[in-house]
């Protein structure tokens, strides 16, 4: 069974820093892409990045290439999203999510299908 669980998150003040983590089980981690996502309140969801843990390959969103990286611990069977250089609109719900290869486009592209976590709230706030 697929287990997500993210942590990390937390209030922040503008111009810091954060390191969230999913940290996966019940599932071969190295078979699986794993995708971040955010929700900001009133908004629809967006995808932040996305790695494939089978060829280590990886995508930010272009609005957000320079303050967030994506990595992977395959030792601990976690997946890290760096933020650097904190915004108020970086204020969101962070969602990671697990896809099989066959399902990596759908959903680091789309944002659809893959099992999910809870979320981990951000706040970027003075």
């Known amino acids: 069974q697929v287990q997500l669980v993210e942590s990390g998150g937390g209030l922040v003040q503008p111009g810091g820093s954060l390191r969230l983590s999913c940290a996966a089980s019940g599932f071969n981690l190295n078979e699986y892409a794993i995708g971040w996502f955010r929700q900001a309140p009133g908004k629809e969801r967006e995808g932040v990045s996305c790695i494939n843990n089978m060829d280590g390959k990886t995508y930010i969103a272009n609005a957000l290439q320079g303050r967030f990286s994506i990595s992977r611990d395959a030792t601990r069977n976690i997946v890290y999203l760096q933020i650097d250089s904190l915004k108020p609109e970086d204020t969101g719900n962070y969602f990671c999510?697990?896809?099989?290869?066959?399902?990596?486009?759908?959903?680091?592209?789309?944002?659809?299908?893959?099992?999910w976590g809870q979320g981990t709230q951000v706040t970027v706030s003075s």
């Open positions: 999510a697990a896809a099989p290869q066959t399902e990596i486009l759908r959903l680091c592209v789309h944002g659809e299908g893959g099992s």
